[in-house]
């Protein structure tokens, strides 16, 4: 078994000697300022430009997060826990809508282009992989209503790179990667 997956089942660290349910205990200021957890939280299969420790994900892993309940579980635990930090929140059927800390964290979070934009692209992408396409085509409705709006700043890059994620196309460019 993957060093990822045994992390995700919650019997192995990161490579900072950090549990998955000890990132989902942290304050959002915490999630702010530590650039090298997403990847473990997120993987994907391409390496991290910010993080040469991150796993890869590969396809024996995705296999296991579909398969397995728990994993299923910690995913969507992961992804609560990251909605939550971006100011938002999933109802049932995977619809995602401003979450009641919305005004506090759009300030951080949506205001200006900033870190946690590439770190949207790694999170729709990645949950789609490990088997919750539902969740991340309802953050990618969320994220298209809002772009189309014109509510934030968004480059159309940057809405690009999240809809090729949602839909599992290759990226036209190479995106910096969180």
């Not at 549990?19 to 957890?37: I, S, V």
């Not at 005004?103 to 790694?122: D, F, G, I, K, Y």
């Not at 999170?123 to 396409?133: C, D, F, T, Y």
């Amino acid at each position: 078994m993957s060093r990822l997956v045994e992390f995700y089942r919650g019997h192995a660290t990161d490579t900072e000697a950090r549990l998955l349910a000890e990132m989902w205990g942290w304050k959002d200021n915490q999630l702010e300022l530590t650039h090298d957890f997403i990847q473990w939280m997120f993987p994907l299969p391409e390496p991290s430009s910010f993080n040469p420790d991150a796993p890869l994900l590969t396809e024996e892993d995705i296999a296991a997060f579909k398969s397995d309940p728990l994993l299923q579980a910690n995913v969507r635990t992961s992804f609560q826990r990251i909605l939550t930090f971006l100011g938002l929140s999933a109802r049932s059927g995977g619809r995602v809508m401003e979450g009641v800390n919305f005004a506090e964290r759009s300030l951080r979070v949506w205001m200006v282009p900033n870190h946690n934009w590439h770190r949207v692209t790694r999170i729709v992408k990645s949950i789609r992989l490990l088997g919750l396409e539902g969740e991340a085509l309802g953050l990618y409705a969320w994220l298209k209503a809002v772009y189309k709006k014109g509510r934030f700043p968004i480059p159309a890059d940057t809405f690009q790179y999240w809809t090729e994620a949602a839909m599992g196309l290759p990226f036209h460019t190479s995106p910096r990667r969180a």
